[in-house]
């Protein structure tokens, strides 16, 4: 109590120099540690019945019971959000912007689907207009889902990730992004070249990454669409801009991986391709990793790179089942990532719903505390973030959802006989959808969509 109050006279006392201050009352969730990880589950997470979270200059100020400190606040500075949840934005840490218009794509598994539709739509982001108007459209499904961070794939176009930036800026989102790097086999309208693909992704990093709250990801699509000399260069890149992402694919496909071990006979495995490269390491995050051998786990552990698990694109593409106990235990951090368009729902809810399902087909029944926390600071931790967003600790980035528990006459009555707090987090996990996000905060500032 003592330390609280005195945070709390710090920060009333030097109101005029914290600018806005803004409190926001509800129940209060959001993790502190892996719950599959942490000796006690209940110090995991916390989770405040009726909480205040004190929001100021886009920070979090403070986070905990409301009688405790309700009193020192102007009413009118609190936002009264009772009968909802507060948890920290999602976090997606795999996702296509160019592919928003072409989820759910019939009948291929990865590498036809790439060639049939991915390829054709992804043409079209040559057209800095077009590429402008889809990264309205996008960023209004990640708000509108509740994301407020994503790792995102543009199409080898420059002017495709400037599009996405230009946006995401005005939204003064948390947002990684970088130009596809890709310089063969894929249809020659969208190739560029190792020195093309090298200078375009240094231009773009010294023109946007760390501008306001962006970042750069380097972002080469897969190895069988780069030559071992782009590979080289996107190793050099990384050497020259350290604090970089590198963001890929790997071992997503069987046919993908046979295809990786013919086009790189001297590599021992799909993740050592990356890692002769230059590519691993603790700001590289691959997607998928569904049929990794053995010897890669090491591999990916001691370079300290992550993993985004893509369940609904996973299925979707019957790609197969990604091992979550098996990373984990070979402390590989996990991201969540939707995979739009392989995916087939924006939404965190959706993808957790279909995590659980990928889990208990391999006798690990994801919780909903181990979701909710992979969501949020799980996957702030896999893109090497949880300095900055993932939960409530004093002065990260306030970026929150208000998330109805229930937004569907068949969820409320599923509710009312969801009592204790696992089972309403569950349901949640498992029913929820874009309806139920109530609204979104964006370093500490309502996200309008409308005013677009
Ligand atoms: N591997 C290479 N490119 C892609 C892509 O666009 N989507 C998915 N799911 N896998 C890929
Ligand atoms: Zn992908």
């Given at each position: 109590m003592k330390k609280i109050t005195f945070l709390l006279l710090l920060s009333i006392l030097s109101f005029p120099l914290l600018g806005s201050v803004t409190a926001y009352r509800g129940s209060i969730l959001h993790f502190l540690e892996d719950p599959a990880q942490s000796?006690?589950?209940?110090?995991s997470y916390q989770y405040i019945e009726d909480g205040l979270l004190v929001v100021a200059n886009g920070k979090v100020k403070y986070v905990g019971e409301y009688q405790d400190i309700?009193?020192?606040?102007?009413?009118?500075w609190i936002k009264d959000y009772r009968g909802h949840l507060i948890m920290p934005g999602f976090i997606d840490t795999h996702i296509h912007y160019p592919q928003t218009e072409m989820?759910?794509?019939?009948?291929?598994?990865l590498l036809d689907w790439l060639e049939q539709y991915t390829f054709p739509t992804e043409?079209?982001?040559?057209d800095k207009k077009y590429a402008r108007k889809i990264s309205r459209t996008f960023l209004k499904q990640l708000i509108s889902n509740g994301t407020t961070t994503a790792l995102v794939f543009g199409t080898v176009h420059p002017q495709s990730v400037d599009a996405l930036f230009h946006y995401a800026q005005k939204l003064n989102m948390r947002l990684i992004a970088g130009k596809v790097m890709m310089d063969r086999n894929a249809p020659d309208y969208l190739l560029d070249t190792p020195e093309s693909s090298y200078e375009e992704s240094k231009q773009l990093i010294n023109k946007?990454?760390?501008?306001?709250r962006l970042l750069y990801a380097i972002t080469p699509r897969f190895a069988p669409t780069s030559t071992p000399e782009q590979l080289r260069l996107a190793g050099k890149l990384k050497q020259e801009f350290p604090d970089t992402w590198i963001h890929t694919h790997l071992s997503e496909n069987l046919d993908e991986i046979e295809w990786v071990k013919s086009l790189f006979p001297?590599?021992?495995?799909y993740t050592d391709v990356y890692h002769h490269y230059g590519l691993?390491?603790?700001r590289s995050v691959f997607a998928h990793?569904?049929?990794?051998?053995?010897?890669e786990y090491p591999l990916l552990s001691s370079s300290q790179s992550a993993i985004a698990f893509c369940p609904t694109s996973n299925l979707f593409l019957g790609s197969g089942l990604f091992n979550l106990k098996k990373a984990k235990d070979n402390k590989i951090r996990v991201g969540m990532g939707?995979?739009?368009?392989?995916?087939?729902?924006?939404?965190m809810f959706q993808t957790l719903n279909e995590a659980y399902k990928v889990t208990q087909l391999q006798k690990y029944p994801l919780s909903a505390f181990e979701g909710f926390y992979q969501a949020t600071l799980g996957s702030a931790r896999a893109l090497s973030l949880e300095n900055k967003i993932?939960?409530?600790?004093?002065?990260?980035?306030a970026d929150f959802n208000v998330i109805k528990?229930?937004?569907?006459d068949y969820q409320k009555f599923r509710m009312q006989f969801a009592d204790e707090l696992h089972e309403r987090l569950f349901a949640l996990m498992m029913l929820?959808?874009?309806?139920?996000?109530?609204a979104t905060f964006i370093a500490g500032k309502k996200a309008k969509l409308h005013r677009w």
């Open positions: 000796r006690v589950l209940d110090e309700a009193h020192h606040y102007p009413e009118h989820v759910a794509a019939y009948g291929q598994q043409r079209k982001f040559a946007w990454h760390k501008k306001g001297d590599r021992s495995s691993t390491s603790s990793a569904v049929h990794l051998e053995d010897e939707t995979d739009i368009g392989a995916g087939t729902s924006f939404s993932g939960n409530f600790t004093l002065n990260k980035e528990w229930a937004a569907t929820g959808n874009e309806n139920n996000i109530k």
